[in-house]
């Protein structure tokens, strides 16, 4: 079964069924736990790599590239977090549900459950105006001077400090929880109320962090964790806007997802940094959500061998989604 995009009704919302026939599907469907299991592990590997290379030589520029490594590693959690929501990092709820919630998504201060929620009507709306994350996308393009701005506020922490106090709100329950940028103010219910809710929102983040800390201490560095939240607050930001821009910026508004979303390439830096785990594959994770990271390439190779990838959802790289995203007229 193929289908080519030049054949297609321009109208037409096209499914993966128009593509791949149902046992295709299936069999790019099965989820592993010992893929997520060796994702977490991989990633959690790494970033305790990073502090003992930190350790050993406490020298101001290993302190900017660990802030780098672990930037990209915080993202690689965040998108690990994006997998369990989904029920694809492990096959089993319950690791989905409840590991990967302790382990991925709350040391960045999110947690899965309300993630899902939220990210379920980004799928459900996508590119239209009922779509949570369309704040994401809807802005660009813009000039070069808007996206330096933008960058900067990123790279300095400024962007990172806002983040995290509109964080404290949304876990508080004084603004709706959104991860697109546009929360709305929730009616106050007393000072009480908020705490509570900022208790049972917020401790997972402040248990987890405080476990890392923990660690960090008993290996007698603690201050290493000052890399870490400068990396929460910098590199993860910039590097959390840089793929959002690349997934849905300047593409068709249209529910059909093949016009709407962007597949990008990665190089290995751009794996290690903006795109880990092939969510650089967004396009296939749009098309068919049900499909686990590591079989996200396949996808995209199947729909490349029936030319159903329309050369418009695609990039090169990442230079070249920010050019076309910084190329509004000043």
Same mark, same amino acid.
């Not at 010992?34 to 101001?60: D, E, K, N, Q, S």
């Given at each position: ?30 989820? $592993?736990?010992?893929? #997520?299991? %060796?994702?977490?592990? @991989?990633?959690? &590997? =790494?970033? !305790? ?106 790279? $300095?922490?400024?962007? #990172?400090? %806002?983040?995290?106090? @509109?964080?404290? &709100? =949304?876990? !508080? ?106 969510? $650089? ?50």
């Amino acid at each position: 079964m193929s289908m080519s995009i030049e054949a297609a009704d321009e109208g037409r919302v096209r499914r993966a069924s128009d593509v791949l026939s149902r046992d295709e599907i299936r069999a790019l469907m099965r989820a $592993s736990d010992w893929a #997520g299991a %060796r994702a977490v592990i @991989g990633t959690w &590997l =790494m970033i !305790a790599a990073t502090f003992a290379v930190l350790a050993r030589w406490p020298h101001p520029v290993v302190f900017i590239a660990a802030v780098v490594v672990l930037g990209g590693r915080q993202l690689a959690l965040a998108v690990m977090m994006h997998e369990a929501a989904h029920g694809t990092l492990f096959r089993t709820r319950f690791l989905n549900d409840v590991v990967a919630d302790l382990v991925c998504a709350r040391p960045v201060g999110a947690d899965v459950a309300r993630y899902r929620k939220h990210h379920l009507g980004h799928h459900a709306h996508t590119g239209t105006e009922r779509d949570p994350d369309l704040g994401l996308a809807s802005a660009f393009p813009v000039t070069r001077a808007s996206m330096a701005r933008k960058l900067a506020r990123d790279i $300095s922490g400024i962007s #990172g400090l %806002r983040r995290l106090f @509109g964080l404290v &709100l =949304m876990d !508080a329950e004084l603004l709706s929880y959104n991860v697109g940028g546009d929360a709305r103010l929730l009616p106050r219910r007393g000072a009480l109320t908020h705490l509570r809710a900022l208790v049972r929102h917020g401790s997972g983040a402040l248990v987890t962090n405080g476990l890392l800390l923990g660690a960090l201490a008993l290996t007698g560095h603690a201050w290493i964790y000052a890399a870490w939240a400068v990396a929460n607050l910098t590199t993860y930001g910039l590097f959390l806007r840089i793929r959002s821009i690349a997934e849905h910026a300047c593409m068709e508004r249209s529910a059909d997802p093949l016009r709407n979303t962007r597949t990008t390439r990665a190089n290995l830096l751009a794996r290690m940094t903006v795109a880990p785990l092939n969510v $650089s594959h967004h396009l296939e994770h749009h098309l068919l959500p049900t499909v686990p990271y590591f079989r996200l390439p396949a996808l995209g190779a199947a729909l490349i061998e029936r030319g159903a990838m329309p050369e418009s959802s695609t990039a090169r790289g990442y230079v070249v989604v920010l050019r076309g995203a910084a190329s509004r007229p000043s």
